[in-house]
């Protein structure tokens, strides 16, 4: 049994980091999944979403196809996220079902992986009262979820193998997409910003950056089975090689995806911090690099962003927003915000909003701060109510629909590029996909269309979607 442990998964050390071409394989003895199925329960980020098709492609390398229905799984599968509390206790409530489940059925077996599981308060719980788990693994030993499964289900003993300090980086696991046309590609592990109300740094351990050779190679494999679209992964993609090179970075690797000839190149997510000019100029220059940024502000007071330790201000956030909104055709700029962090006043939340009206963002995530346990913030002490806290976000989330109805609008009877990804949920003879500027539409085409990326124009707007006409 190995625990996790925060004190651990804090620190950041010089030691190499090895990439591992071989580590991961199937062997004879590990098919046992013939005539079985599994399901899985994702939360959480693209990154999440991007390891369950890892976990899919695994589990059917092992011989076990999918199941859609939970309740009729052998193998069920908790993906979990430890951003905010709720979805701790979705993941919680989740559990429970499960348990009830495991009374009707005693061969099930469940696992718990992901951030979660990286977290020291998850695992002593799951450790004492749920025994009705069979295996945790965390973020950094995915690749050795086959060889876990194995033991579990022969051993039918409960297996916890969760390391603190981030592993190597193993390349060449394989995934199955669930999209045909779009895929994520990782390009770094783990985070280093540390902002001090974020738990990602401490489940997914240091930055890690993959060699841009192996990403390229990536990208092409993709090319070739159809892709024509890939957002590439990180939780601060602008930092991407600091970590291992002196003299390649963001910019070089996105010239060098531009290369490959992938029709659509999208990034998420940038940090202020790291987002140069030059990467300014490198989008507005390549046709295939899409003009949508996804640049999170987080608060827009300077006292906040302090406190949250977000290395920059009020004004120089504008500077790069404005600096974007001038020089990158048609960009779309999308940011997540916090409202309710400790003792946040009326006059710093006041300064967000303003931020807000200035921005006129496309879109914006919103959440209320959830203190994490072993994080910085989670010490302040916090005067704030949480009926105040809602009611902020209640006055914030009407912005973010103003603005969002305001930015489709401007798109009205203009013609836009979309690329057609399947029938929509509406009708069938009306098709879904997605603006080069990251908007979903609906689109009155034939579905020859679908795979392909064609001219729409706008024929309405609504504030969390557009419909149009092939031209
Ligand atoms: N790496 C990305 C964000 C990853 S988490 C970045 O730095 O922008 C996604 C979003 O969740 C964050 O942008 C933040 O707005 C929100 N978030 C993170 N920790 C949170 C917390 N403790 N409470 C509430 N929201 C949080
Ligand atoms: Fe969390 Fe900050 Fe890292 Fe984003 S940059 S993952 S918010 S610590
Ligand atoms: Fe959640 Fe982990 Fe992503 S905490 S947001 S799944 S990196």
């Known amino acids: 049994m190995k625990t996790p442990n925060m004190l651990e998964a804090k620190k950041r050390t010089k030691d190499k980091v090895n990439i591992l071409y071989d580590e991961y394989k199937i062997t004879k003895d590990m098919k046992i999944g013939t005539n079985k199925t599994y399901h899985i329960k994702t939360y959480g980020c693209q990154m999440n979403e991007h390891d369950s098709e890892v976990l899919s492609a695994m589990l059917e390398e092992m011989g076990y196809s999918k199941c859609d229905v939970m309740e009729d799984a052998d193998v069920i599968i908790l993906n979990t996220c430890a951003i905010r509390e709720n979805a701790h206790n979705k993941v919680f409530g989740m559990l429970g079902r499960i348990k009830h489940l495991r009374e009707e059925r005693p061969n099930i077996i469940t696992c718990l992986c ?17 025994k009705w788990v069979d295996l945790v693994f965390g973020t950094h030993n995915i690749h050795r979820f086959p060889i876990l499964l194995n ?16 592993g190597d980086i193993i390349e060449n696991l394989p995934y199955i997409r669930d999209n045909k046309y779009k895929s994520w590609v990782n390009i770094m592990y783990g985070c280093d910003k540390f902002c001090t109300y974020c738990i990602v740094p401490y489940t997914r351990g240091k930055q890690r950056s993959r060699r841009h050779e192996d990403i390229i190679k990536e990208v092409n494999d993709l090319i070739k089975d159809g892709v024509l679209e890939v ?22 690797l996105l010239e060098d995806v531009v290369k490959t000839g992938i029709k659509r190149i999208k990034f998420v997510t940038s940090h202020p911090w790291d987002f140069t000019d030059k990467m300014i100029e490198i989008i507005n220059k390549y046709d295939n690099i899409l003009p949508f940024i996804h640049l999170p502000v987080q608060s827009g007071s300077n006292r906040i962003l302090k406190l949250m330790g977000r290395r920059y201000t009020k004004e120089s956030y504008l500077e790069l927003f404005n600096k ?58 916090d005067d704030v109510s949480e009926e105040v806290k809602k009611e902020r976000l209640e006055r914030l989330n009407k912005l973010v629909s103003k603005y969002a109805k305001k930015s489709n609008d401007k798109l009205l ?11 929509s949920e509406k009708a069938n003879d009306i098709m879904m996909g997605y603006t080069d500027t990251n908007k979903l539409i609906n689109v009155k085409t034939d579905k020859s269309n679908i795979g392909k990326i064609i001219d729409v124009k706008v024929t309405s707007s609504k504030t969390w979607s557009l419909d149009g006409k092939s031209v």
């Open 231 to 252: 957002t590439l992964l990180g939780q601060n993609v602008n930092a991407y090689g600091k970590d291992l090179y002196d003299n390649y970075g963001m910019e070089n």
């Open 114 to 130: 992901g951030c979660m599981a990286q977290e020291e308060v998850v695992v002593d719980e799951v450790k004492k009262k749920m």
């Open 151 to 166: 033991e579990v289900a022969k051993s039918k003993e409960r297996e916890i193998e969760v390391y603190s300090k981030e």
């Open 413 to 423: 009877n203009k013609t836009v590029s979309v690329l057609i990804e399947g029938v």
């Open 324 to 381: 974007m909104r001038d020089q990158i055709k048609n960009v779309s700029i999308t940011t997540d915000i916090i409202v309710g962090f400790p003792n946040e006043t009326e006059e710093d939340f006041k300064e967000t909003l303003d931020l807000y009206e200035k921005c006129e963002f496309d879109l914006a995530y919103t959440f209320i701060y959830s203190p994490r346990v072993g994080t910085p913030a989670a010490k302040m002490k």
